[in-house]
């Protein structure tokens, strides 16, 4: 067997003991229970059922599975080396951090505090390329699984802007177990159990160790169970295409920084640069995409002529005739319909066999249909605004970190005023 197919083989035993690990099923407990409350919230808000708690925490699972894997694989080819970055320090601080803002949860902001405190007090004995070369992958793993799933069981609902107006929109939340397979430099590994790490290529590792280990230390592959959640929303765009823009934006802030570490390890000039790059780029992300939902026009507004949908019903009749969040209702049996009212009307009065005419958002094109709907049954939509909603969500364009330097000049000027 080539050595190759040695370190694949390695990394591939090893992360099938992660999967069975009891943390990983804890952890995946733990992300049931989000999907739970997500669940709960939309059945509260416009009673949609048909999103199973089981099946949400199974497909997450399944993504998890698949971007824990692509994880293992870049941690290994890098050469994270998790004996070197304090991730008690990480977590401590990070929970803490979350009583400020729940996102403060990320690694982001912790480890670039702790790796800032390294540099300024010498404390804690942390290696900083290391540290930001795990959030880096661990960020660039998550802008896949937001590519590919983080659409997935958006939840709808209506936010009051700056201008007081009424807007349709999403929010988008997602969770994700994953299991891990990363370097770790121990003494006396054997005696442990643990799987030795196999002769790697001489360029290896590509983020450089930046501290001696004893003559007895070996390199050995630990597993490491590690949880991923996504927050956004959507108002200018579709769920599908704001998950596009927000992995597309996370996946070049993951290659930046993980460019900073490689080259942080061989240029210590470069450590402070990529520990300041970790939370503000992250927060770069994080606001400049709610400012590009909360500045552009929004999509989810009743349009001129006909009924804009914001979304469909699992199981539904409208969900049956293929509509979909975007797309505008024009008739209903030759009927020519601008409130949810007039559908219902004519639904209720005539049901049986139903023409639906209107507009697809995605493509831009007419399309008519023919669904059927039994007596007393709904379409199974759910409308962007019509003026007479009393629940809705006031939401603030801006960032934490703004809004405290913000609150901290208006405190400075208030003392020397």
């Known amino acids: 067997m080539t050595n190759a197919l040695i370190i694949v083989s390695s990394i591939l035993y090893e992360f099938a003991s992660a999967i069975f690990d009891y943390m990983f099923w804890i952890v995946m407990a733990i992300v049931a229970l989000q999907y739970r409350k997500i669940a709960k919230h939309r059945e509260e808000m416009f009673g949609i059922g048909g999103y199973t708690v089981i099946r949400d925490t199974l497909a997450a699972t399944g993504y998890g599975i698949a971007g824990g894997l692509a994880a293992s694989f870049l941690l290994v080819i890098t050469g ?144 490491l169970i590690v949880g991923l959640g996504y927050g956004d929303i959507a108002l200018a765009h579709t769920p599908s295409e704001k998950s596009r823009m927000s992995a597309t934006n996370l996946s070049l802030f993951s290659v930046v920084l993980l460019g900073l570490s490689i080259m942080a390890s061989r240029y210590d000039i470069l450590k402070i640069a990529a520990a300041l790059f970790a939370p503000l780029g992250h927060e770069a992300v994080i606001y400049i995409g709610k400012r590009t939902e909360m500045k552009r026009k929004p999509l989810y507004v009743k349009p001129e002529q006909g009924v804009r949908l914001l979304e469909t019903l699992p199981d539904s009749p409208a969900r049956k005739a293929g509509l979909a969040s975007g797309d505008v209702i024009v008739s209903i049996n030759g009927y020519i319909v601008n409130s949810r009212r007039e559908i219902d009307s004519i639904i209720l009065t005539q049901p049986g066999l139903v023409e639906i005419e209107y507009l697809v958002h995605r493509h831009k094109r007419w399309r008519r249909e023919q669904v059927r709907v039994k007596p007393n049954q709904v379409l199974g939509i759910i409308t962007v605004p019509e003026g007479y909603e009393l629940i809705y969500t006031e939401f603030k364009n801006s960032s934490v970190i703004l809004r405290l330097i913000d609150k901290s000049r208006s405190i400075f000027r208030r003392i020397f005023k």
């Open 80 to 223: 994270v080396n998790l004996t070197s970055l304090g991730i008690g320090y990480l977590w401590v601080l990070a929970l803490l951090l979350m009583l400020i803002n729940p996102r403060f949860l990320c690694f982001s902001y912790s480890g670039g505090i702790v790796a800032l405190s390294k540099l300024i007090f010498g404390t804690p004995d942390i290696d900083i390329p290391q540290l930001m070369g795990l959030i880096a992958v661990l960020h660039l793993i998550e802008s896949l699984l937001i590519y590919f799933s983080g659409h997935a069981g958006a939840t709808p609902m209506f936010i009051k802007r700056d201008d007081g107006s009424l807007v349709g929109g999403f929010t988008l939340q997602k969770f994700w177990p994953l299991p891990v397979v990363a370097v770790a430099v121990i003494a006396y590994p054997e005696a442990l159990g643990y799987t030795i790490l196999p002769e790697m290529p001489d360029w290896w590792p590509a983020i450089k160790f930046g501290q001696e280990f004893s003559i007895a230390s070996i390199g050995v592959l630990l597993p």
